[in-house]
Structure formats: C-alpha cells, structure tokens
C-alpha cells in the first residue's frame, strides 16, 4: 500500500507495464511500442532500480536514464 509504482518489462524490451496501489485498488498501465525498444536500465545487485520521475518519463520517452545532459535538483536555495 506504499506509494512505490513497479514497472515491468518483458525480454524484448517492446513493452512494459506499471502497476501502483490507489486508494482502493491497483492500477496496471501498458505501453506497447511498435519500432524500437525501450532503453532499460541495469538492475543493481539486489535486482532492483530506483528512478526519478524524471527519469521514468525519460524511459517512456525512449531515452536513456543515463542523460548527461541532464539538469541536477538544486536544493537549499531561497527567495
């Protein structure tokens, strides 16, 4: 019942699927993709891959987790 989504995708990296809990059930997205595959990252050693929202819109817009070009989160600034 946490706020953790879980996304899945299978050996050909075409599909994936994202299932979270909401209130009084679980949601399943699935996203097919007709050209390509999506860029899935590693596992560490635990199996597991903890991204940012950042980085799970990335993964479903084809790219990389991994973008260099990418801007860090600032933190501690005040106005």
Do not use: M
């Not at 699927?17 to 699935?30: A, E, M, R, S």
């Amino acid at each position: 019942f946490s706020q953790a989504w879980f996304i899945f995708c299978n050996r050909h990296r075409d599909k994936l699927k994202i299932l979270f809990w909401d209130t009084n059930g679980f949601w399943l997205y699935y996203r097919r993709l007709e050209k390509g595959h999506f860029k899935w990252p590693v596992p560490k050693c635990d199996g597991a891959v903890h991204i940012s929202k950042q980085q799970l819109h990335w993964l479903l817009s084809g790219l990389t987790l991994d973008n260099p070009k990418a801007h860090r989160p600032i933190y501690g600034l005040e106005v």
